[in-house]
């Protein structure tokens, strides 16, 4: 807590002094390690723990000649992460070049932030979307009908995809990144704010995406009247009593409401000839209206809620000065009393 | 159900690894294709885990962890649709059904454990600062084998207490503390995001962060669009920030020629 307040993250690095670039087996080892990614994945930062872990044998490496750097590195890494695990050594290849050439701090943290958004999207179809329903959708069928190798065929498939989307990903973005770092450091001040725009932008992305509180409360608030259509057959002489339930007040226009089965009716009098006529007359019924608090919201804006809790949180951080664990406990006080008064 | 102290620990094993296995390592072994079979195995009937296993997966299809939801939890509904089916010697869809207490119970654990993680991050942080790849290393493993042990025990409790155990849990929590808890959990993120807009932003960006609020809502509004929404949204931000970085650029290289010239002129007076 305390050293959230005392340590500040440095823009740039003391030692600006490219490191060798890394070996591959360094780069296989960080693939491995990407499997745990997700390891202490949390409400908070999510994978950014799991990520410092992955990335952490590269960073040692590339910071070995100086502690400094390596916790300026270690720290800016532990900020929030989040991206599609399967595709995570895509972002990681990207950043360690960056690290690599010690490009100043914001410009990694921004390419990092504007990088693990859109895979997420990416990683779902590719995955959840596509490989898991054929692959699993195929082998269930084979479960079913009691043939042993479906879980075999149904792993070995799913998991040969995956190493190889991991292996490739981290050596050809490792390759990509180090390629355009010439291009990034001429024009480093503008690529920053470039890629800070980009970060900046995703997260009011995410903000409206990722963002799913919502509130359940409902007002009551009176009572509304409807039509209800009902149809009977009457004597034609005793027609005349309906009148004001056919045509209401004005005694020349139909009413239109909903029948008992909730489909569209119109009253009217039709004679049968017979002597009989039959008579469509509405009813009148009144029916509870509650106000939804959300759709109230919704119709101002969606997704207000998201926005107005992550502004505040930025608000308390910036101005009160409020740590992240303070924070934290700002939230789940607002939870359960919300959930204890019932306002989700 | 006669079982023996072997089948318990067993299960045990089986929670811990999926209990890990779905967030991290091969994230396929939980899948109730591979536990309905284990379960099958250690309980001694291979063929009905399968059969149980298969249709359970095929419910768990299109109802992935997307997006950072979390769907019921397909590790204790998997292995429970297998336990019940097998002991109850009963169809597999009505197994499935009768998991799906369990899997719900899952979930909570699941909301719970991602909050609890929360605080933790701080001492992370505090090692990050201090250039401890140790701790790090230890933080990012023991919360895997918390997670593991979690699930582990949860799993043999089940286990061990089959159907009616699992609807007495349910019942013993009351609704308010996991609507509450659930809620809590799901704001958490907004730390994250206020996080990364104070190191990132400075006062001229806000608009940016505005248009991405604005041009994600109306993304998200038009459902066809609820899984590329990140991509079209990520092309949008790119086209403004490649946009703007033209536009720096040749700030730069204008400017100094600007200077140039201007003081052409002052010489020239």
């Known amino acids: 807590m305390a050293s959230n307040e005392t340590y500040v993250i440095p823009d740039t690095y003391q030692n600006t002094t490219p490191a060798p670039e890394l070996d591959q087996k360094t780069l296989n080892k960080m693939v491995w390690r990407s499997l745990f990614l997700q390891g202490s994945f949390n409400y908070e930062r999510m994978q950014s723990c799991g990520w410092l872990y992955s990335i952490l044998p590269g960073l040692e490496k590339i910071h070995a000649d100086n502690k400094d750097d390596l916790a300026a590195s270690m720290s800016h890494n532990m900020e929030f992460f989040n991206t599609h695990p399967f595709l995570v050594t895509f972002v990681m290849g990207i950043v360690l070049s960056l690290e690599q050439n010690k490009v100043d701090i914001p410009t990694i943290r921004a390419v990092r932030v504007a990088a693990m958004g859109p895979l997420g999207g990416i990683g779902d179809a590719l995955f959840w979307f596509t490989l898991v329903p054929i692959t699993a959708g195929i082998t269930s069928n084979m479960a079913i009908s009691g043939n042993i190798a479906a879980p075999f065929i149904f792993l070995i498939v799913f998991n040969a995809f995956q190493f190889v989307i991991r292996f490739w990903l981290m050596n050809t973005s490792y390759k990509m990144g180090t390629g355009a770092i010439d291009m990034l450091t001429e024009n480093a001040k503008e690529f920053t704010r470039a890629a800070s725009i980009l970060g900046v932008f995703v997260i009011g992305c995410l903000t409206v995406c990722y963002g799913g509180t919502k509130l359940g409360l409902v007002i009551p608030n009176g009572t509304t009247e409807s039509y209800v259509a009902h149809t009977t057959t009457v004597p034609t002489d005793e027609v005349s009593s309906f009148t004001d339930q056919v045509y209401g007040t004005d005694g020349k226009t139909a009413l ?67 740590t992240p664990i303070k924070c934290i406990g700002l939230l789940l006080a607002i939870g359960l009393v919300g959930g204890f008064i019932g306002i989700w | 159900m006669e079982f023996n102290a072997i089948q318990v ?133 023991l919360a895997m084998i918390a997670l593991g042990l979690v699930f582990g025990i949860i799993c043999a409790l089940f286990f061990i207490g089959g159907a009616t155990f699992g609807t007495v849990i349910s019942a013993a929590i009351p609704a308010w503390l996991m609507t509450g808890l659930s809620a809590a959990g799901g704001m958490m993120r907004f730390v994250g995001f206020a996080i990364l807009l104070k190191v990132m932003i400075s006062g001229e960006l806000w608009g940016f962060y505005f248009m991405g609020f604005a041009a994600a809502n109306i993304v998200v509004a038009n459902t066809a669009l609820a899984n590329p929404a990140l991509i079209i949204l990520a092309l949008i931000g790119f086209g403004i920030a490649f946009w703007d970085y033209q536009i720096q650029t040749k700030f730069k290289t204008a400017a100094p020629a600007l200077a140039a010239n201007g003081g052409d002129e002052e010489d020239g007076i």
């Open chain 1, 256 to 322: 239109t409401g909903k029948d008992t089965a909730g489909n569209a009716a119109t009253a009217g009098i039709t004679d049968l000839g017979n002597g009989y006529s039959e008579v469509t007359y509405m009813d009148v019924v009144s029916s509870p209206v509650t106000v939804n608090i959300q759709s109230i919201l919704d119709g101002i804006c969606p997704k207000l809620i998201p926005l107005g809790l992550t502004l505040m949180l930025f608000a308390l951080m910036t101005k009160r000065r409020w």
């Open chain 2, 9 to 141: 620990l067993l299960v045990f094993i089986v929670g811990f690894i999926c209990g890990i296995d779905q967030f991290s390592f091969l994230e396929s072994l939980y899948q109730p294709i591979v536990t309905g079979a284990v379960i099958g195995l250690i309980l001694g009937d291979v063929q009905t885990g399968l059969i149980i296993g298969g249709t359970y997966q095929l419910m768990t299809i299109g109802n992935m962890p997307v997006g950072g939801a979390q769907p019921p939890n397909a590790v204790i509904g998997g292995i429970m649709a297998a336990v019940l089916g097998i002991s109850m010697k009963v169809d597999a869809n009505t197994a499935v059904g009768l998991a799906i207490p369990f899997s719900l119970l899952g979930q909570y654990g699941v909301t719970l454990i991602f909050t609890i993680m929360s605080p933790v991050m701080t001492k992370a942080d505090a090692c990050a600062h201090n250039a401890d790849t140790k701790g790090i290393e230890r933080i990012n493993t």
